[in-house]
């Protein structure tokens, strides 16, 4: 899977901007087409501590980005960057019309990054022991 994604880096860039349109989008890009209302937001999953949706959408970002340049140089470079997206892309919610910045969202999309670094790193960790 590691090589197939490093391979076609394509799906990370894709991935990032079609997050990058739905995060910017005035309302909800998928409420328009769902309930045919853009101030509808979709809830997929129950919040609990942090936004659920937004710690799985960063999640699976990340996931696909370490995936797509593990095995480059650039891997701290991606993980800067995902760090600052999550961060940014929430912060432009000020601004938005009809979005709105909360803080839950904003740890979701940290905890989502941050989870995948951990998990990366213990297993390229338990990887370099087998070795």
Not at 50 to 70: L, R
Not at 79 to 101: C, G, T
Not at 111 to 130: A, C, D, H, M, R
């Amino acid at each position: 899977m590691i090589k197939f994604l490093s391979k076609y880096k394509y799906i990370f860039y894709t991935n990032n901007v079609l997050l990058i349109i739905l995060y910017l989008f005035p309302g909800s890009l998928i409420g328009c087409f769902l309930y045919n209302d853009c101030k509808i937001q979709p809830k997929i999953i129950n919040d609990f501590i942090i936004s659920s949706d937004h710690f799985y959408i960063f999640f699976i970002t990340s996931v696909i980005g370490y995936m797509t340049f593990s095995r480059s140089k650039h891997i701290n470079i991606l993980i800067i960057y995902l760090i600052f997206l999550s961060i940014i892309l929430e912060l432009f919610h000020f601004i938005i019309p009809d979005r709105s910045f909360e803080v839950k969202d904003l740890f979701g999309n940290l905890l989502g990054v941050l989870t995948t670094l951990i998990i990366f790193l213990l297993f390229n960790k338990y990887e370099k022991s087998q070795n």
